[in-house]
T-cell receptor
Framework: EADIYQTPRYLVIGTGKKITLECSQT?????MYWYQQDPGMELHLIHY???????EKGDLSSESTVSRIRTEHFPLTLESARPSHTSQYLC?????????????FGAGSRLTVL | QKEVEQNSGPLSVPEGAIASLNCTYS??????FFWYRQYSGKSPELIMS????GDKEDGRFTAQLNKASQYVSLLIRDSQPSDSATYLC??????????FGKGTSLLVTP
């Protein structure tokens, strides 16, 4: 059972609003990731973190920001939401050793910006 | 740009048949390879991982890797309607994050 939690699962919000998508994991994983997925399209890496106080941008340019103040928590923030941000946001984590790049995904947050 | 290519399908197979899903990747430095299953409206879940050339079997699933040809495949034996989903090929390189293909939609018909 995947112990990685995302909230909210669904969010409909107006343009210009600030939003934070929450992601928490209880597996003690040091690595966490945010992917963006549009229908029928591949997952695109937008942010990742290999540990506390370490964050990097992924391959897909994103106007979002992330923080990693605690190992278990990796929130994603959009300061001013736009319709182009409408998408599915998937949080994932991975551990160490042989599981270092075995990603476990949360249930996802589906964002709609009107 | 490191690319992972999959035929989007849909691939339709009758119940009980073997489903064969294919994936190619562009980065010769790739070291780890995964197959994830994603049901409609759900998040991806790991089915198989493979790191060395050859075959790896787990129940009804067999992953095959050929690094020289930059090719990964997934065979599903005795396909069941519950196997109907999108199958994502994912490739890992020097970092820990994975590059994903667009996925192949599989439909198993009763």
């Amino acid at each position: 059972e995947a112990d990685i939690y995302q909230t909210p699962r669904y969010l409909v919000i107006g343009t210009g609003k600030k939003i934070t998508l929450e992601c928490s994991q209880t597996m003690g994983h040091d690595k966490m990731y945010w992917y963006q997925q549009d229908p029928g399209m591949e997952l695109h890496l937008i942010h990742y973190s290999y540990g506390v106080n370490s964050t990097e941008k992924g391959d897909l340019s994103s106007e979002s920001t992330v923080s990693r103040i605690r190992t278990e928590h990796f929130p994603l923030t959009l300061e001013s939401a736009r319709p182009s941000h409408t998408s599915q946001y998937l949080c994932a984590s991975s551990g160490q050793g042989s599981g270092a790049n075995v990603l476990t995904f949360g249930a996802g947050s589906r964002l709609t910006v009107l | 740009q490191k690319e992972v290519e999959q035929n989007s399908g849909p691939l339709s197979v009758p119940e009980g048949a073997i489903a064969s899903l294919n994936c190619t990747y562009s980065d010769r430095g790739s070291q780890s390879f995964f197959w994830y299953r994603q049901y409609s409206g759900k998040s991806p879940e790991l089915i198989m991982s493979i790191y060395s050339n050859g075959d790896k079997e787990d129940g009804r699933f067999t992953a095959q890797l050929n690094k020289a040809s930059q090719y990964v495949s997934l065979l599903i034996r005795d396909s069941q309607p519950s196997d109907s989903a999108t199958y994502l090929c994912a490739v890992g390189g020097s970092g820990y994050a994975l590059n994903f293909g667009k996925g192949t939609s599989l439909l198993v018909t009763p």
